[in-house]
C-alpha cells in the first residue's frame, strides 16, 4: 500500500490500497447481503470513506471541536477521523476497530501521521462507552445490522453526557430523525465505491430522541 494524501484531505496521509497492492485476497462475502448473492467486499480500512473524511475535514476546520477532549473514534477503520482530531488538538485519541488487518493499519496510519492513539480491537457497543468527552461517529450507518449496534450505543453516550458527532454521505440507514445538520462538504467517496467525484456529504450532532 502507498502512502498518500487524502482527497480533500492533505494534511493528513494515509496507507492506501492501489491495484498492485494485492488486497483481493482480503476480500470478504458480504455479510449482510442474501446467501448466494454476497460480493466480495474490499477492507474497509483500506480506503477513505465520505463519511469520515467530512467529519475529518470539518474538525480540521474547526479545531475547537475537538481541541483538549478526549475523543473516541467509534469505528475507526483506516484512522481518519480520529487522526484528524489527533491533529486538531485532541487531549487523548482511543479508536474502536474490530478488523485485525484493520488495527494494524490503523497503528501504521496513526504513527505515520505522529500521532499517538489508544486501540480498542472489540466491539464496543455492547457496553458502557469509554471515559471520554466527544464520540465521532465515520460512516457508521451503512448497514441494518450495524446500525441497530450503534444507536443504542450512542443514545447511552448521550445519557453519560458524552457528546456525539455524525458524518455521513446519505447511508441508507441513517437516522435521521436523531441528527441536527451542523456542515458540508463536497468530498469523494473512494470507500463506498462511488469513486473519486466529490459528492455530498454531511456533519450532524447526534440528539436524544423526542419525548413522545
Known amino acids: 500500500m502507498r502512502l498518500l494524501p487524502v482527497p480533500s484531505l492533505p494534511e493528513i496521509r494515509l496507507y492506501t490500497a492501489h491495484p498492485g497492492s494485492g488486497l483481493r485476497r482480503l ?3 458480504d455479510d449482510g447481503a442474501d446467501e448466494g448473492t454476497a460480493e466480495p467486499q474490499p477492507p474497509y480500512w483500506a480506503y477513505a470513506w465520505a ?17 483538549g ?16 482530531a489527533a491533529l486538531a488538538g485532541a487531549s487523548e485519541l482511543i479508536a474502536a476497530e474490530i478488523d485485525r488487518n484493520g488495527i494494524v493499519a490503523l497503528g501504521l496510519n496513526a504513527a505515520a501521521n505522529g500521532v499517538a492513539v489508544t486501540i ?18 465515520g460512516d457508521v450507518f451503512y448497514g441494518q445490522a450495524v446500525a441497530r449496534r450503534v444507536i443504542p450505543f450512542l443514545d447511552r453516550c448521550l ?3 458524552i457528546e456525539v ?37 454531511e456533519v450532524f450532532q447526534f440528539v436524544a430522541a423526542a419525548a413522545d
Open 165 to 201: 458527532l455524525v458524518g455521513d454521505p446519505g447511508r441508507a440507514w441513517l437516522p435521521r430523525p436523531r441528527l441536527r445538520l451542523l456542515g458540508e462538504y463536497q468530498v469523494p467517496d473512494v470507500g463506498g465505491n462511488g469513486g473519486g467525484a466529490p459528492k455530498p456529504s
Open 120 to 137: 480498542i480491537g472489540k466491539d464496543i457497543t455492547a457496553g458502557p462507552p469509554p471515559a471520554v468527552d466527544l464520540v465521532l461517529a
Open 69 to 84: 477532549r478526549r475523543v473516541l473514534d467509534l469505528g475507526a477503520g483506516s484512522g481518519l477521523v480520529g487522526i484528524a
Open 27 to 29: 476480500l470478504e462475502p
Open 51 to 67: 463519511g469520515g473524511a467530512v467529519l475529518a475535514r470539518y474538525i480540521l476546520d474547526r479545531p475547537s471541536t475537538v481541541a
Open 159 to 161: 445519557a453519560a453526557g
